[in-house]
């Protein structure tokens, strides 16, 4: 395995889109940000030189980091932010990871801007399960947002108030045709004819899942989440935020050029930017324009069936050369509600008369993000940080996805972790519920990969859906699309010793408090106990 060196330098660009021009948060001056490349099983040590005006943290986001929760970079709970003016640098430990990753800031905001695609190649020697792609090319997908996101945010939590929507989406930076004074700078392709391409994708946006997909080519997608699937042939895909999707194509069209787009799958209540972000697949050599540019038909906005039918449909390719661990048998399940709601404020923080604002809570639990990081102060045992008892259910059971009327809608703040044996077999059933504003959840869990053992609509049924698990090739994941009205079961060993946090990947979710941590113990030999502590980690204020 070898190892990587990069320097990253957070500093303020400035950038012109849609018309306006922002001074915003970049690595090494560019949006997105740098791509990071290494082969399976590599370490890369990324150095991060804050050159910006605040303190801001690096998450590698779907790597496991075996027993290094160190580098894993959540603010405030794996680490206290970098700040201005200091560097530190992440040791990033890849293990069983393939395929497309991603990094991002993981510090309030600041990811609309500060994020950029992890390539993972298969190991020196091996080679895809799939014919050798002619070239490879990231394809990162995000929010735009015309104004200062992190004043943005700010001002949201000091007030109360929602945060703002952005402005439009980007493909690889650029807004694409459809957005005003966007047509010069569009993200062009080139292709040539008969040559396959695969796409990394990311999906980077900061609030809505994406339909994705390119007119007149059919798509085949062979990875997600690093790690490979059995082939999916469709014309469209559905990624959540936080996932990664690698996906084929055969230039095998005959004019000149032909529209990639991006638009929002989007199930809640809640506004959101509906429009759409379009790149060019450019055909080298002399081909026709088309009459009329081809746009790829995705489906609507609220196209519930085609995000669930896209989502269903994805298998662990699960073969002899790529066998799946998924435990058969479970020594913990946690149950988790996953609700939208309202808090009781007495502060100045209240949107709205009567003392309530919205948040969100994980079994009711609000998470309150500390002023001390959670994984220094299991490490030395500050016991007035966090409480060790985040519920394994909720406090009240209810027909979550049904007529919730007469369900109290106010949650609790509080910082609570759940401790985890080393080596037991968890499964997390996360149950959507109709309180507040019922939305579909992308839920991210740091530290590990797991399996999609079942989904479904409705409230879980605890006799009758664990009979219908998948445990031959249900999908390896590090985020899974939790369904409005829905659930989800997830499967893994909690062989990765650490502070791991756990959230809903829509940001407007996370910061209302859809967030908990989960602290895997050590084993009881040095091989299964969290590294030591690096001395240089950045000091708390
Ligand atoms: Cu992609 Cu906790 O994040
Ligand atoms: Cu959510």
């Known amino acids: 395995a070898d190892i990587h060196y990069y320097d990253f330098a957070l500093q303020e660009a400035n950038f012109t889109k849609m018309c306006s021009t922002k001074s915003m948060l970049t690595v090494n001056g560019s949006f997105p940000g740098p791509t990071i490349q290494a082969r399976k099983g590599d370490t890369m040590f990324i150095k991060v030189i804050n050159q910006g005006t605040y303190g801001v943290t690096i998450h590698w986001h779907g790597v496991k980091q075996p027993r290094n929760p160190w580098s894993d970079g959540p603010e405030n709970i794996t680490q206290c932010p970098i700040a201005a003016g200091t560097s530190f640098t992440y040791e990033v430990i890849l293990s069983t990871e393939e395929g497309t990753l991603w990094w991002h800031a993981h510090s309030d905001w600041t990811r609309a801007t500060v994020h950029g695609a992890i390539v993972i190649l298969p190991a020196a020697g091996t080679t895809?399960?799939?014919?050798?792609?002619?070239?490879?090319?990231?394809?990162?997908?995000?929010?735009?947002?015309?104004?200062?996101?992190?004043?943005?945010?700010?001002?949201?939590?000091?007030?109360?108030?929602?945060?703002?929507?952005?402005?439009?989406?980007?493909?690889?930076?650029?807004?694409?045709?459809?957005?005003?004074?966007?047509?010069?700078?569009?993200?062009?392709?080139?292709?040539?004819?008969?040559?396959?391409?695969?796409?990394?994708?990311?999906?980077?946006?900061?609030?809505?899942?994406?339909?994705?997909?390119?007119?007149?080519?059919?798509?085949?997608?062979?990875?997600?989440?690093?790690?490979?699937i059995k082939?999916?042939?469709?014309?469209?895909?559905?990624?959540?935020?936080?996932?990664?999707?690698?996906?084929?194509?055969?230039?095998?069209?005959?004019?000149?050029?032909?529209?990639?787009?991006?638009?929002?799958?989007?199930?809640?209540?809640?506004?959101?930017?509906?429009?759409?972000?379009?790149?060019?697949?450019?055909?080298?050599?002399?081909?026709?324009?088309?009459?009329?540019?081809?746009?790829?038909?995705?489906?609507?906005?609220?196209?519930?069936?085609?995000?669930?039918?896209?989502?269903?449909?994805?298998?662990?390719?699960?073969?002899?050369?790529?066998?799946?661990?998924?435990?058969?048998?479970?020594?913990?399940?946690?149950?988790?509600?996953?609700?939208?709601?309202?808090?009781?404020?007495?502060?100045?923080?209240?949107?709205?008369?009567?003392?309530?604002?919205?948040?969100?809570?994980?079994?009711?639990?609000?998470?309150?993000?500390?002023?001390?990081?959670?994984?220094?102060?299991?490490?030395?045992?500050?016991?007035?940080?966090?409480?060790?008892?985040?519920p394994s259910e909720p406090p009240v059971f209810f027909n979550f996805t049904g007529d919730v009327s007469n369900v109290s809608m106010y949650t609790a703040q509080g910082t609570k972790a759940r401790m985890i044996?080393?080596?037991?077999?968890?499964?997390?059933?996360?149950?959507?519920?109709?309180?507040?504003?019922?939305?579909?959840?992308?839920?991210?869990?740091?530290?590990?990969?797991?399996?999609?053992?079942?989904?479904?609509?409705?409230?879980?049924?605890?006799v009758t859906d664990p009979t219908n698990y998948n445990l031959v090739d249900p999908p390896e994941l590090n985020t899974v699309n939790l369904p409005k009205n829905g659930w989800a079961a997830i499967r893994f060993v909690a062989d990765n010793p650490g502070v791991w946090f756990m959230h809903c990947h829509i940001e407007r979710h996370a910061t209302w408090g859809m967030d908990t941590v989960l602290i895997v113990k050590n084993g009881t030999t040095p091989n299964t106990s969290m590294l030591p502590r690096p001395t240089y980690m950045p000091p708390c204020s």
Not at 193 to 215: D, H
Not at 244 to 264: E, G, K, R, W
Not at 276 to 301: D, H, K, M, R, W
Request: with cysteine; charged share 15%; hydrophobic share 35%.
């Open 231 to 390: 082939p999916i042939n469709t014309t469209y895909i559905m990624i959540t935020p936080g996932q990664t999707m690698d996906v084929l194509f055969t230039a095998n069209q005959t004019l000149s050029h032909f529209y990639m787009a991006a638009s929002p799958y989007h199930d809640s209540v809640l506004t959101f930017p509906n429009s759409t972000a379009t790149a060019i697949v450019q055909y080298e050599g002399n081909y026709t324009a088309p009459s009329s540019p081809f746009f790829p038909t995705l489906p609507a906005y609220n196209d519930i069936d085609a995000a669930q039918k896209f989502t269903n449909s994805v298998k662990s390719l699960a073969n002899e050369e790529y066998p799946i661990s998924v435990p058969e048998r479970i020594n913990t399940r946690i149950y988790i509600a996953v609700s939208l709601n309202a808090l009781r404020c007495s502060n100045s923080s209240c949107d709205t008369a009567d003392g309530d604002r919205t948040a969100a809570s994980l079994n009711n639990v609000s998470f309150d993000t500390p002023q001390i990081d959670i994984l220094q102060a299991y490490y030395g045992s500050l016991n007035y940080v966090f409480d060790p008892d985040f």
């Open 128 to 228: 895809y399960p799939f014919p050798t792609p002619y070239k490879e090319q990231t394809i990162v997908l995000a929010s735009w947002f015309k104004g200062d996101v992190m004043a943005m945010i700010t001002n949201s939590i000091a007030t109360g108030t929602n945060p703002t929507q952005a402005d439009g989406y980007t493909i690889n930076g650029e807004p694409g045709d459809l957005y005003d004074c966007s047509n010069e700078t569009t993200y062009r392709l080139s292709v040539e004819y008969n040559k396959t391409y695969l796409l990394r994708i990311v999906n980077a946006v900061m609030n809505e899942e994406q339909f994705f997909g390119i007119a007149n080519h059919s798509l085949t997608v062979v990875a997600q989440d690093a790690a490979y």
């Open 421 to 462: 044996d080393y080596g037991q077999a968890v499964e997390i059933v996360y149950q959507g519920t109709n309180l507040g504003a019922a939305s579909s959840h992308p839920m991210h869990l740091h530290g590990f990969s797991f399996y999609l053992v079942g989904t479904g609509s409705g409230n879980f049924n605890s």
